[in-house]
């Protein structure tokens, strides 16, 4: 027998006698969740290179690479202000149509973006998961760095008109543009991670989501103004579903980043208690975060298996 075969052979006799180590986590309610959040930033570095990977691999062999980032809501941005703005007239009713557009677009493109990518992680990364262990809420929170990215990317260009049409006013109503991406961020990520969870075992969901985001974009002020819908409800007789269709979360975010970039210089009308209604989506939506990752918890041991 030769000397490497010995090693080898001694090798194998040592793994045998090794304790099995099960990575689960032991946890509650509380520790588990602040112990997945402590997991996922002691590997940030590698969160860090899956964020660039999402990234590179989004625009792989493309000439203009994240410059694509930008062309499409800007594209958007000209279809819906040609169709609805001068077509169909709406324009006419609210100053500044393109600001009030492109801040509506530009926050709720971050929130369909994260939602989208993150339900779909798992799945994407099927292969580094039977291989390798990692916490699992690693995949999914890669996809909303690379959404971020995006995100800072139409934000340079939402400052820039906004500051040319002459509508930002700087101030504390800025403030408003922080709170909204923090509710975005709270909410997609604790419905990213349930639906990221739940695809692994019902394919079906990723195409789901997709419609209902597409859906819930024109349930939300973003190429008419929630006083359309006030009146409307007003007119039938049900106003209190004003109040319903307000306190979406998602709406809340879309009136927050409008009044800070479009409503303050265009004569523009903002719901009563705005930053109320916020401030409790936010409180809200770190519920909605901490129930996201205990469902996507309790579900990603079996992962593997599944995939």
Not at 65 to 85: A, D, E, F, K, N
């Amino acid at each position: 027998v030769s000397e490497d075969s010995k090693i080898v052979d001694a090798r194998y006799k040592r793994l045998e006698n090794l304790p099995l180590v099960s990575y689960r986590r032991k946890e509650n309610a509380v520790t588990g969740f602040f112990g997945a959040i402590r997991e996922v930033f002691s590997r940030r570095e590698l969160l860090g290179l899956l964020v660039r990977r999402e990234l590179v691999g989004r625009y792989k062999d493309s000439t203009l690479g994240l410059v694509w980032s930008m062309i499409r809501p800007l594209t958007q941005l000209l279809i819906y202000y040609l169709v609805m703005g001068e077509f169909l007239g709406a324009a006419r009713n609210i100053n500044n149509f393109a600001i009030f557009i492109f801040s509506g677009l530009t926050i709720y493109g971050l929130f369909s973006e994260i939602v989208n990518t993150m339900t779909s992680s798992i799945v994407a990364n099927s292969g580094l998961i039977k291989k390798v262990y990692l916490p699992r809420e690693i995949f999914p929170i890669a996809a909303v760095g690379a959404a971020l990215v995006n995100f800072g990317l139409q934000m340079i260009i939402l400052l820039v008109a906004a500051a040319l049409v002459g509508t930002i006013v700087f101030g504390v109503n800025l403030l408003f543009s922080l709170l909204s991406v923090l509710i975005v961020l709270l909410y997609a990520v604790g419905v990213g991670l349930f639906l990221a969870a739940w695809n692994v075992y019902l394919r079906d969901i990723q195409f789901m989501v997709e419609v209902i985001v597409m859906l819930l974009m024109w349930f939300s002020p973003i190429v008419y103004s929630w006083t359309f819908v006030a009146d409307a409800f007003n007119f039938r007789g049900i106003g209190w579903l004003t109040n319903i269709y307000i306190n979406n979360p998602v709406t809340l975010a879309v009136l927050g980043f409008q009044k800070s970039f479009w409503a303050d210089a265009s004569d523009g009308i903002m719901p009563d208690d705005l930053l109320l209604r916020m401030g409790v989506a936010a409180l809200i939506g770190v519920l909605v975060l901490w129930w996201g990752q205990r469902v996507f918890s309790r579900l990603q041991p079996n992962f593997a298996q599944e995939l």
